[in-house]
């Protein structure tokens, strides 16, 4: 039977010191059942309680069903918030005490998990996008999580806003420009954000420059630096978006958390970008269902249009698993077709196996599948190092402010990634 549900900070905290490694390792391969031990950090998930319960009611048919098919092996799942989670992780390989599996957004340290290159199957490198995403974190160059689901960066819009000012859906960078520039006369904030808070300047950075850099092997394998061509570039660009006020009044304060959902839900702002999964849906209720449309990063000069395609989840294999081969098994499950059949249907999780068979009556909905399933829009350069991650976040409200220039930001942050190269 699966056991699966969140664990408070009294549990974890036990777990971590009376653990021994056969208990939270897996157990010997001998004997009783064999076991896994699972961790992630999606305790809450969703935009409601309600979506939380149904994914992880989600989570837990899936690992039903493996159990199923693996006669003898029990699924032992559990579910932490992210906060805190790398050093819940770390902690635990120091106690010897650590999971088999862990889920993560790419940032579990290589260091203490394995490989995965050589155990990929032909038909799996053809049919599951985003395999060598998290390929620029690990010094090794090697791909260390496998990923599960895709996370759409596009555009959500109000369409009623759009008509009230007399614009279209922009396609170059320049028509995007444009459109700030005639919301902002209008007193319509284009859209709230603020860079001060984590992950919204390298996100939005990486998104131009996927553009302009197009083989994102050479991005991985860290062949275009930052101060090279393409970056600054795209990241010059980006900045004039703050001369066109794109992104509303002091864009370089942390803001509140929620800020840039919440402008756009209550109609104070004309667009969302969606950095994790697009809340359709809540827009919708929110703005009205015939009133909420979706666009690709429009296209800078020299690039092409294009979304920050990211994997929604993916699995590594802790180095200290007990039973490696049966952990392999255990996530090549999830990414089968049949399961991520069931991610969409339960709680809309866009696929990142081309051989799903999902399709939509709803044109939004059907566009969205359709972006995910074409690699020609997977060009974002995501995701940055945590060291790389950390700069950006220091010289934000300084280059975003024109305090810094585009050459001495990128110059300090090119330096953050040389300092981490084994």
């Known amino acids: 039977m699966v056991r699966f549900g969140k ?50 009611k989600m989570i837990a048919e899936i690992d039903r069903r493996f159990e199923a098919k693996h006669p003898g092996v029990q699924i032992d799942h559990k579910s932490f918030g992210y906060d805190g989670y790398p050093q819940r992780i770390a902690s635990a390989v120091a106690a010897n005490a650590a999971p088999d599996i862990a889920w993560d957004w790419a940032d579990t340290n290589w260091k203490i998990t394995l490989p995965l290159d050589d155990r990929l199957a032909e038909q799996q490198k053809k049919d599951l996008t985003l395999l060598d995403q998290s390929v620029v974190s690990a010094k090794d160059g090697k791909i260390h999580v496998l990923p599960w689901g895709t996370y759409q960066g596009v555009w959500v819009y109000n369409k009623k806003l759009f008509r009230q000012v007399g614009i279209t859906v922009p396609k170059t960078q320049r028509d995007f420009l444009g459109a700030c520039d005639a919301l902002d006369r209008k007193g319509i904030t284009p859209s709230k954000v603020s860079f001060g808070a984590p992950n919204w300047l390298n996100r939005l950075d990486a998104l131009y420059a996927g553009q302009l850099i197009g083989d994102i092997s050479k991005w991985n394998s860290q062949g275009v630096s930052f101060n090279g061509r393409e970056y600054k570039a795209a990241t010059g660009q980006l900045m004039k978006t703050f001369e066109h006020r794109c992104w509303g009044s002091h864009p370089e304060s942390k803001g509140t958390p929620g800020d840039h959902e919440q402008a756009f839900m209550s109609g104070k702002s004309a667009m969302l970008f969606a950095r994790s999964s697009v809340p359709l849906d809540e827009a919708r209720r929110a ?64 696929p990142n196996n081309t051989r799903a068979k999902l399709s939509s009556a709803d044109p939004v909905w059907q566009q969205l599948l359709e972006w995910a399933a074409d690699r020609r829009f997977h060009v974002g350069a995501w995701p940055v190092n945590p060291e ?15 305090r810094m220039s585009v050459d001495d930001f990128l110059n300090k942050v090119q330096d953050a990634r040389e300092k981490t190269k084994g």
């Open 287 to 350: 703005l009205g269902k015939d009133n909420v449309g979706v666009f690709l990063q429009p296209a800078l000069p020299g690039g092409k249009a294009n979304m920050d395609a990211s994997m929604g989840l993916g699995a590594s294999i802790m180095s200290t698993a007990k039973n490696k081969d049966l952990a392999w098994n255990y996530i090549s499950f999830y990414t089968e077709a049949s399961q991520q059949e069931l991610a969409w249907r339960a709680v809309k999780q866009l």
């Open 388 to 402: 790389e991650s950390q700069a950006y976040a220091r010289m934000t409200p300084d280059v975003v402010t024109g």
């Open 7 to 56: 664990a408070s900070a009294a549990l974890s905290a036990v777990l971590l010191c009376i653990c021994s490694a056969a208990a939270c390792g897996g157990g010997p391969e001998s004997g009783a059942a064999k076991k896994l031990v699972v961790w992630d950090p999606i305790a809450t998930y969703g935009e409601s309680p309600k979506m939380d319960k149904a994914y992880r």
